[in-house]
Every structure is written in C-alpha cells, then in structure tokens.
C-alpha cells in the first residue's frame, strides 16, 4: 500500500479525487462537515412539499465531458436525461413570443442562416459578434469582448452566460465565458444538448459514488468538520476535527475539497475568491401542464429557466444578490405569477419552496479569476479542490469534478 490520503469534502470535488484515487493501491479517509455527501450537488426530502427536490436546480450541457465520464464510470450516465438533439425553448414574458433555438449538431454553424432555427429578429451576421471573446486577451472583461446590448444579446448570450457564470456578463471574465463557448455551442448541437437529472441529482451523481467507494473501501466520516491544519516547515503534519486530532504521517497526503471561504480560513494566506453570486431556486408542487418542455427560458421575467418534473415545477434565478433579502412568501408569489405566465397556468400558488444560497458561486468576474489557485499549494503534501480553483471553467459541476480530478491526478503521477 501506498501512502494515505486524506480528503477533507464529499462534495463533488472531494468524491471525484477519492474515485480517481480507489485503486486500491492507497488508503483513503474522507471527510465531511454536514450529515450528507454532495455538498451543493444533492437532494433531500423537503417536509413541506412532502417529496424528494433538488437543493439547486443544476442543467449539464452533453458538451461536459468529464461530469457525463464521471457518471458513466459510476454507470449513471442513462439518469441525464434531455431531447435527442439541442432545442431550447424560450418565452418572452414582455412581448409574449416563443421560440426554440436549434443548433445544428455539426461545428460549421450553418443553423444561424435559418430564420426557424435562430433567435426571432436576429440575422446571421449578428451572430459573429461572439467571436469576441475568443480571442479576447486573458484579464479581460466580456463587455470589451463584445456588445453586450440589442436583441441577440437580450434573447441569447446574456441568459447563456448568465447561466454559465452565475454573474451578470456584462461584468464577467471573457475567458471564462470563452472556456465555456469552445467546449459547447462552438462544436455545435451536439456539445450542447440540455440534461437534467430527472431523478434527483443524488442519484445520479451522490450515491452511485458513495456506493462505488464503500466497494473499495472507502466510507465517509459525516459530521467531521475541519476545525485546524498542523502545519510542519512545509507540509502538513495534522489535522484537527473539533478537538479530535489526526495525525498526517511521512508520505501521506491531503485534498483540501471544502468551499473557498472555509479554505481561507485553514490556511491563512491562500489566495482564493472573495467575492460570490447567489442563487434562488423555487420548487412548487404541481404537475407540469401537458405540452410544457422540460427546460423553458424565460426572458423578462423575475424567473429565468423553468423546470418540468413529473411532480414540480422548479425554477432556477442566477447571480441572485438583489433577491436574498425579499420574504420568502413575496419572492414566491413572483416567481409564481412568472411560472404561470411561461406554463400557461391558471391556478393560484400552490405548495412551494425556496432555497437561496447566498454564496453559491464565486463572482465569475477578472478580478477574481486571477485569485483562483492551482491544485497544488506551497505545502508539499497539500492539494486544493474545488470549482473555485483554477479550472478556467465558471463555478459548476463539470468544473468541481474536473477539479477533484486534477487534484488526484497530480498525487498519482508523483507515485
């Protein structure tokens, strides 16, 4: 056996680097704070709705390599479920259109050249304005990449973007936006077909993983949250779990998967985000009308993408800051007028639930891009994981996995 490897996170991060490490050839602990696995990436049974949600309403585009390889290792990939070629459906709340945008599956975008398949009032021209922000030098912001005004604009980029980043785009970092461009919609339909995890995103991501690790044997210790890192010159030498310490013997090694802030609080001096966007998700217990899509855009409304499940309708609104301090019961009456308007309902508000994170993401601006770090830290035996590390890749869950990944990876090629 080879050196141990500590692990402090069941997120995504933290249950991607200990798959990638249960070779059997090394020992492994992993740890987490709270009483569950997944972190921001699970479910649980909501009392007032009386049925199993999401905590946040997550869409994966087909173009997320390493989270769709992550499942189809765990073989969860068949509970993504979405369309059988890229379509989004949208809705206008002002003027009252609707359309559907679809790209051709091929890289040469012929798509844009047929008024169907585009943005309502757009031309084909309008579309080469994004090419922007892939050349647009490292450090800088979207708005110097490209218009961020007029009708493509309002119906197409911002609501990507803002998706992608959870950060208005106006103030986003264009490679950021630009690693997200090249990896979906610029290889066409076939790199951006919308999957949901129809079925919770625990069982599709969660206990598939938990259950591949006890296989290995590898069990999470819940509730063990890191209080204190023994540092030792340059490594660490232990770790502190409310007053129970842990020794980090020569040759083993630790994966430091917690959130940003917490991180920064471990390890004083690590330069990590500062700044961070919400999000606010509403669930409301009632059967989608027949006819409705399983994912539906939203432009000018409160709500900005609608969730079809069998049982709920579940809304999701990004970079979410203004609406952290509105009463629960007034921002789901909102979201309700929204829901009923895109859906075409005609009942009052039924059961709902809203779940905000306030710091769900970090702020995917310039500023904070440049204050992302490596895997690999001034320590020696110390690796980070996160999709708040340097990924190149905005706050999501293909950027988590790939992070644990790294961060595994980096411990595999020194042996």
């Not at 996170?9 to 740890?31: K, M």
């Not at 264009?174 to 290889?187: C, H, N, Y």
């Not at 007053?243 to 609080?265: C, D, F, K, Q, T």
């Amino acid at each position: 056996m080879q050196g141990k490897v500590h692990i402090i996170g069941a997120g995504l991060a933290g249950l991607a680097a200990a798959l990638r490490l249960a070779d059997g050839s090394r020992r492994i602990a992993l740890y987490e704070a709270a009483p569950q696995a997944g972190g921001r990436c699970r479910s649980y049974f909501d009392s007032t709705l009386d049925m199993v949600i999401d905590n946040g309403n997550h869409l994966l585009l087909s173009g997320n390599r390493v989270a769709l390889g992550y499942l189809r290792e765990l073989g969860s990939e068949d509970q993504l479920l979405g369309p059988a070629s890229a379509e989004f459906p949208f809705v206008d709340l002002a003027s009252g259109e609707r359309w559907r945008l679809r790209p051709n599956d091929g890289a040469i975008p012929w798509w844009i050249l047929r008024r169907q398949r585009r943005v309502p009032g757009t031309r084909a021209g309008d579309y080469l304005g994004v090419l922007g922000l892939l050349i647009a030098a490292k450090g800088t912001p979207i708005k110097s990449a490209m218009a961020c005004h007029g009708l493509l604009y309002e119906r197409l980029w911002q609501p990507f973007f803002l998706a992608a980043l959870n950060t208005a785009p106006e103030e986003g970092a264009a490679s950021i936006a630009a690693a997200v461009l090249r990896e979906t919609l610029a290889k066409g339909g076939k790199a951006c077909r919308p999957l949901v995890a129809a079925k919770g995103l625990s069982t599709a991501f969660v206990t598939p993983a938990l259950r591949r690790l006890e296989s290995k044997g590898v069990a999470v210790s819940f509730e063990r949250r890191l209080s204190a890192i023994k540092l030792d010159g340059n490594r660490v030498s232990g770790l502190e779990f409310g007053g129970e310490p842990v020794e980090v013997a020569a040759g083993e090694r630790v994966i430091l998967a917690v959130p940003a802030p917490v991180a920064a609080s471990l390890l004083p001096g690590l330069k990590t985000p500062q700044a961070f966007r919400a999000i606010v998700n509403g669930h409301f217990k009632i059967a989608p009308p027949a006819g409705l899509p399983p994912i539906l855009g939203v432009i000018n409304g409160t709500i900005e993408w609608l969730f079809a499940f069998p049982d709920r309708l579940s809304v999701t609104i990004s970079a979410a800051d203004r609406l952290i301090d509105v009463p629960r019961d007034e921002l789901a009456a909102t979201m309700w007028s929204d829901v009923a308007r895109a859906a075409g309902i005609a009942q009052p508000l039924p059961a709902w639930q809203i779940i905000k994170e306030k710091r769900a993401t970090f702020a995917a601006t310039v500023e904070e891009e440049a204050r992302r770090p490596p895997p690999r830290t001034a320590f020696a035996n110390l690796l980070l994981a996160g999709d708040w590390t340097a990924t190149g890749l905005p706050g999501t869950i293909e950027g988590a996995v790939r992070s644990g990944f790294a961060a595994a990876e980096a411990i595999l090629r020194c042996g």
